[in-house]
């Protein structure tokens, strides 16, 4: 294997993390209201009470937003625990 090849692949490798990084994507209290068909309130709610483990919440301009893949890692750890 040639050092230049080495090189290129781990340019690649590089370059494909940081366009994940890109693609994340923030909902707000109101998106996720949405997404679980609950109240703004309760997802207030959820946030503040530690038994049910949301994630962290990001600040962004003065808005509460969650990260989507942590969402769904906090709903997949909930059905787990359901079952």
Do not use: C
């Not at 050092?3 to 340019?11: D, G, M, P, V």
């Amino acid at each position: 294997m040639s050092e230049s090849s080495s090189k290129r692949r781990r340019h690649e490798a590089r370059r494909q993390l940081t366009q994940e990084k890109r693609r994340r994507r923030f909902l707000t209290r109101r998106a996720q209201a949405e997404r679980y068909t609950k109240s703004v309130r309760t997802i207030e709610r959820w946030g503040r009470d530690p038994r049910m483990g949301m994630p962290p919440e990001y600040d962004f301009n003065g808005l509460p937003h969650r990260e989507e893949g942590e969402l769904e890692a906090w709903e997949r750890s909930r059905v787990a625990l359901s079952a």
